[in-house]
């Protein structure tokens, strides 16, 4: 139990730290976009939410690879996990002047991006077990 718990959350951080970890990226592709108490351009917020998409599948493939028992499961609470987080996010942020299209997409993304990550995760486990 301690161990699928532990995997949820560790790669649901990770996936946090990943995401965060690309702020320093985008602020050199798109210089002046990401400034503090400015909007950024939609070419800046739509590579923010591509590197997203990236960074979910390979935490939920993470997730579903190190889960100690059926990595369906394991992938459903991260997904659980990240969707209400995510909605935690999304109420205090949505009236500040941003796209309400930037925090919906991460929303819609993060479950195709989960189930994505389940599949690679599978089709890998298949292919060591032939």
């Known amino acids: 139990m301690v161990k699928s718990v532990a995997v949820v959350v560790g790669s649901y951080l990770l996936s946090v730290v990943l995401v965060l970890a690309t702020d320093p990226l985008l602020t050199r592709v798109f210089p002046g976009d990401f400034v503090r108490g400015r909007i950024p351009s939609d ?3 739509i590579a923010s939410t591509a590197f997203f998409v990236a960074i979910s599948i390979v ?3 993470i997730c579903a690879r190190f ?4 990595a369906a499961r394991h992938v459903l609470w991260f997904f659980i ?3 209400v987080m995510g909605i935690a996010a999304i109420i205090p942020n949505w009236s500040k002047g941003w796209p309400h299209w930037y925090w919906l997409s991460w929303l819609l993304s993060w479950p195709v991006s989960c ?4 599949l690679l995760a599978r089709r890998r486990a298949d292919s060591v077990a032939a």
């Open 115 to 118: 189930w994505i990550g389940l």
């Open 59 to 61: 935490c939920a493939w």
């Open 67 to 70: 889960a100690p028992g059926r």
């Open 43 to 45: 070419n800046a917020l």
């Open 81 to 83: 996990f990240g969707e």
